[in-house]
């Protein structure tokens, strides 16, 4: 690799202390021994499973950990200057002062890292009041369109004068990272970058960051847990685990011949083609959920267009079998959401007809609409924002059945909170944990057994899994299946990833601008596609990993 290094890190560790008056408590050792190299125009990808350090490591890097931490280094080294060595612990003042218009960040949810009340703009007109500082006032918003330019979002002005809820997905992450480019850095930390993003955009995304990386000589370390995604954009790869690199090498080295067990199974773990587990076709089921005519429009105000009307759904219509599980992709803003948001009894603007059994949801009356609503439950994508962290998980998991007269501390509510936690899997120790002292694996199933608590016919799964490593996202898909099997509960599943929907889904129905183009069997529609947005969904997926070679006796990890 040629050129000067512009991060070296030697013999990381990152501990956190245990809270005071936690007596008998030990320290946590989150990174043990970390060290790595990264050199400019270098994609680095850090994979790992939940709980495996990435975080940490990430908020290291940016200087953001929390109080309790204690981080100690043998050498660190910043674009060339030596920020410690030889001494335990960092000169925190020191980093930040390096850190500062060198080391730049790509959240993973634009919906949590923008304000949502504060213009575009705005956003962008505060990071480089602070990277750029030379930049007088009022040429910052000529440069906030610069950069929204740079990132190819083609109407910048109109981006740079919306608020985020006016924006796409793609076009929300985009910002993103324009503000990251701020102040010219020398490395971006992308974590999870693409995550609740459709194939569509995904790539376009990282297309833009490999653009970014040949023209700027900028190095990307990129935090994932799409192993497709690692393989096909990253340099080289590190493998954390228990907060140990386990691995470390280049991308193709790593994907072909990995040498810990390990790295074995998270690769083990990503679907591909000739072993791809698809549901098995079962047995038509009688109707039980029917979606007829449904029709959602949002009335906007544009500054510069005036009155504008958005059709998030026109004239949907599909049925779900009893017990039955129905799949729905389409790219960002197709109105995946929106319709599952309606079922659910969230938005109640929509017309046409949403019956579940004989009881109307949407256009029946409103003793009718409330008896169905009870029917429903919703998963939501995001377990850290969905989850109240004030509250632990008795109290998480008793409130919806509040909602149907059972008050929290009865035998009942006590009864069927204990039967939830179990069905998916969790100890009955969880039940006084809050959601702060979770994994993201271990919150989806919170998350899931709040969603069969009220033992609802009817369970919204708004992507669920798209934010999990594929390990735990295997383990979740397995859950969600077994209790189908065992609760008879009818499923709509949604999802931009191509390969979790064939997992699942008896039945998978593609939307695109609010209509419903294409519907059929997971496998016909997907090896045979054919509308041509079908057609890009099923092109922009990642090529799949090669089989790795056998694993020698004496392998470990």
Do not use: C
């Amino acid at each position: 690799m040629n050129g000067t290094p512009v991060l070296e890190v030697d013999a990381l560790r990152v501990d956190y202390l245990p809270a005071p008056g936690r007596l008998g408590a030990e320290p946590v050792h989150a990174v043990q021994d970390v060290g790595f190299t990264l050199h400019p125009a270098e994609r680095l990808a850090i994979i790992g499973e939940s709980g495996s350090g990435k975080s940490t490591l990430v908020q290291t890097l940016l200087g953001v950990l929390p109080p309790n931490a204690r981080v100690h280094a043998r050498r660190v080294v910043v674009d060339g200057v030596v920020t410690q060595e030889g001494a335990e612990g960092i000169d925190e003042n020191a980093w930040n002062r390096l850190r500062r218009g060198r080391i730049a960040y790509i959240p993973q949810d634009p919906n949590i890292a923008l304000n949502p009340v504060m213009r575009i703009g705005r956003q962008i007109a505060e990071g480089i009041r602070y990277a750029e500082p030379q930049v007088e006032r009022v040429d910052r918003e000529k440069r906030a369109i610069e950069l929204l330019e740079q990132v190819g979002i083609e109407d910048a002005q109109r981006v740079h004068d919306a608020h985020p809820h006016q924006l796409s997905g793609g076009q929300r992450q985009r910002v993103l990272i324009a503000i990251a480019l701020i102040g010219s850095p020398r490395v971006i930390v992308a974590d999870e970058p693409t995550s609740g993003l459709d194939v569509e955009v995904q790539k376009r995304v990282l297309d833009l960051l490999d653009e970014i990386v040949d023209t700027s000589q900028v190095a990307i370390v990129l935090v994932t847990h799409d192993l497709a995604v690692a393989a096909h954009r990253s340099d080289r790869v590190l493998v954390l685990g228990g907060g140990r690199i386990l691995e470390q090498g280049s991308t193709s080295r790593v994907v072909l011949d990995p040498r810990a067990a390990y790295t074995r199974r998270l690769l083990d773990a990503v679907p591909r083609p000739g072993r791809l587990r698809r549901r098995e076709a079962r047995d038509e089921a009688p109707p039980h959920v029917r979606v007829e005519g449904l029709t959602r429009t949002y009335r906007l105000r544009d500054r510069g267009r005036g009155r504008l009307e958005v059709h998030a759904a026109r004239d949907v219509g599909f049925t779900i079998g009893r017990g039955r599980t129905y799949g729905l992709v389409g790219r960002s803003g197709s109105g995946k959401s929106t319709i599952a948001r309606v079922l659910a009894g969230i938005d109640r603007s929509g017309s046409g007809q949403v019956l579940i059994g004989e009881r109307s949801l949407v256009g029946g009356t409103r003793a009718e609409r409330r008896a169905a609503a009870r029917a429903v439950q919703y998963v939501f994508q995001n377990p850290y924002g969905s989850l109240d962290p004030r509250q632990d998980v008795r109290r998480i998991l008793a409130e919806p059945l509040e909602g149907l007269g059972i008050p929290a501390r009865s035998e009942e509510s006590q009864r069927r909170v204990r039967e939830a936690l179990d069905a998916v899997a969790l100890p009955a120790g969880h039940l006084e944990r809050r959601p702060t002292e979770l994994s993201g694996g271990q919150r989806q199933r919170v998350a899931i057994a709040r969603g069969i608590v009220a033992r609802p016919e009817l369970l919204v799964l708004d992507e669920p899994v798209s934010a999990l490593d594929v390990s735990v996202q295997a383990q979740v898909i397995e859950l969600l299946v077994q209790l189908q099997r065992e609760l008879g509960t009818t499923y709509l599943f949604i999802s931009h990833d191509l390969a979790v929907i064939s997992q699942i889904a008896d039945t998978v129905g593609v939307l695109h601008h609010g209509v419903l183009v294409e519907e059929g069997a997971p496998g016909a529609l997907l090896e045979n596609p054919r509308e041509e947005s079908t057609r890009r969904l099923v092109d922009a997926v990642p090529p799949p990993l090669p089989v790795p070679s056998p694993l020698p006796a004496a392998a470990g990890g």
